[in-house]
């Protein structure tokens, strides 16, 4: 995996900017701690860093081909799966190529099929191609937008990069929030609107979505979709298939030229990884999973965590023989990196299991360069607890009964925001982009809706996550699950089939019971585990004490009274993450204001 930036310009010359495109690509360093490189032109720059995984010797970028009228340039970040038999299907087309990389596969499937070659590609990605000739840029992601990609257009200027702080390292973007960006920050954290940012004029290339940039300006094209028809096979054949669409992508995903493991929390998702990659595979599995002290031990935060990891880990390890390591996440640890998240996101985020996960990844680092998860898998097969909701869609099925941090926002930004009006808005456009079938029960019309607003709004704030601290940890996390022949298979299959055996997530259960201990097997949804260290949330206590008592820049967006009531009272701080968690609201706080402070964030 790797970090990619650029800058076009068709007013000013690009090869008197090095320093400058060197600073951008330079602010991804932990992307791609391997190599970092720039290419520059007259009217066009692009940088790269990065983390070798695939041609470890031969993968170098950016990467540039010119053959005949034809000359070309990508900065290239993600892992193609599908790239041998692309690579063969371009050499009967008469390319011939000169590493053994993705990278190279890709560059040269531009050369053949221009912007039609992302749809043969099966894979996680965020790329740029800039065409030498027609003096235009592409910027590519992935279906479901596993890796970013930010942007900024300014009349003939557009910067690009894998995250914001390679666009805010060019001194031509400024770090702006307007109501929009604030909306998005306080009202729906973990609901990101496709597109939007927190900054002002920063946005994301959409999942799905090309974005072409020329002479002529900038032009947005969707090139994939969910499409829903009716579904034929029988719940054995259905449950066969899925059987064999996991087992081929896990062969794919288990492909690498440096250490690979398995993030194993002893769930139904990654255990069913594990079995598969253990099964396809002479060699022994690695396994990694988290840990707490005693005396640390995780939160029970009702459905999102039923109960521990560790007896089930155990029994999996047992009885797959994997090779497992187990990282410890302390307290002290947690407080001493409290900051990554922030740094990480270049925004506030989701507190302590930002860095917890960091920790982990930090852990696994140590042993491995790629790693797999099971992210992706309660989307598509319907695992969460609100699959079973039965209320109205007046709000995203996550945020039911939750309190956002909206509510401790000055009267006058409220005004300026308008939170109620916001979210419902963002709702209702979620709920239009829905394709419903013709005809459907409603059971299926409900679950339907619910997975597409998972997929859409609450899929890309986990996956956000995952990226940016498997990132800041120069660790490559995979996620088999996202592969968008799943998913699309997935989407037209009938409740009923996704819930056999009246068990959540019933039809993966069907698909894989063989592979598993039963306990395992049956297990409930836990999510990641929050930790219960009392030293972490006692030193955010004390730290927003302090900072109700300073005048601080929070404290323009957020009413100091009310947050002074909380600490007074004793009662939790709303916070961004959809789950209950006690400290969540202080992290947030905290944030807020270092976010305004380091990053010199203007309101506008």
Known sequence: MCGIAGWIDFGHDLRAEEATVRAMTDSLVLRGPDAGAVWLSENAALGHRRLAVIDVAGGAQPMEIREGHRHVVVSYSGEVYNFPELRSELRSLGHAFRTRSDTEVVLRAHLEWGEEAVSRLNGMFAYAVWDVARQELLLVRDRLGVKPLYWTVQGERLLFGSEPKAVLANPLFRAEADAEGLAELFVLPSAPTPGLTVFRGLRTVRPGHTVRFGRGGVRERRYWALESRPHGDSLDATAGHVRELLTDIVRRQLVSDVPL???????????????????????????????????????????????????????????????????????????????????????????????????????????????????????????????????????????RGRTSPASLLRPEVAAAVRPEEYAAQRLSEALAEVPHLSGESEEDRRARRISHLALTRWLPALLDRKDRMSMAASLEVRVPFADHRLVEYLWNVPWAFKTAGGEPKGLLRRAVGDLLPPRVLHRPKSGYPASSAPGYAAALRRRAEELVRQDRPVFELVDREKVRRHLAEGTVLPGPRAAPHPTGGLDHLLALDSWLDTYGVSIR
């Open 261 to 399: 493991g398995l993030l194993l929390s002893g769930g139904l998702d990654s255990s069913t990884l594990t079995a598969l990659a253990a099964a396809g595979s002479p060699d022994k599995a690695a396994t990694f999973s988290v840990d707490f002290p005693p005396g640390e031990q995780p939160e029970r935060l009702g459905d999102w965590n039923r109960d521990a990891d560790a007896p089930y880990i155990r029994e999996l390890v047992d009885a797959l023989g994997t090779a497992h390591t187990s990282v410890t996440v302390p307290g002290e640890e947690l407080l001493a990196h409290r900051d990554t998240g922030l740094t990480a996101r270049d925004r506030p985020g989701w507190g302590e299991p930002d860095v917890s996960l960091h920790l982990l990844f930090q852990g696994v680092r140590r042993h491995v360069t790629v790693a797999l998860s099971g992210e992706v898998a309660d989307e598509v097969f319907g695992g969460y607890p609100y699959f079973q909701d039965d209320g109205p869609p007046d709000v995203f099925p996550w945020l």
